[in-house]
């Protein structure tokens, strides 16, 4: 592909695109929802201090660390339910 055919191909792709923006932008102003990001946080101690310091600042979204008691790696069953 040489130069000019380049430009010709990328100048067809821009019109395609900002075409297809403004209709977007038009159907978006006819009351379709509007899509929303999440706010999300991992980090540890899970705790009820922690867990109200996060939502005080809008994060509902979280990964929790459980509390291991003693050198395992993993939680047990009544460890995760409590």
Do not use: W
């Not at 977007?24 to 509007?34: F, I, L």
């Not at 705790?47 to 979204?61: E, M, S, W």
Request: with cysteine; hydrophobic share 35%; aromatic share 6%.
């Amino acid at each position: 592909m040489n130069r000019r055919q380049f430009l010709k191909a990328t100048g067809v792709v821009g019109v395609a695109v900002a075409s297809s923006a403004s209709s977007k932008s038009a159907s978006a102003d006819s009351g379709s929802p509007s899509v929303r990001m999440k706010l999300g946080d991992q980090t540890s101690p899970t705790n009820d201090t922690h867990l109200a310091y996060l939502a005080r600042y809008g994060v509902r979204n979280i990964c929790g660390y459980p509390q291991i008691a003693g050198d395992r790696l993993y939680a047990t069953v009544d460890e995760l339910r409590g």
